[in-house]
């Protein structure tokens, strides 16, 4: 069994991975695709 401790810091670690990682593809969509990407979409979901 894993123990509370470690398994926090883990999960910690990988939510901070997996937002980064979506921001990053965030920012290549609204580079990749400025025109067809509507404004309200983009304050939605800031």
């Known amino acids: 069994m ?6 926090k810091i883990y999960s910690t670690n990988f939510n901070k ?7 990053l593809l965030i920012n290549y969509i609204k580079k ?12 939605n979901n800031h």
């Open 17 to 23: 991975v997996f937002n980064t990682k979506s921001i």
């Open 2 to 7: 894993i123990p509370f401790r470690i398994a």
């Open 32 to 43: 990749s695709l400025p025109e067809t990407t509507p404004t309200g979409f983009m304050k």
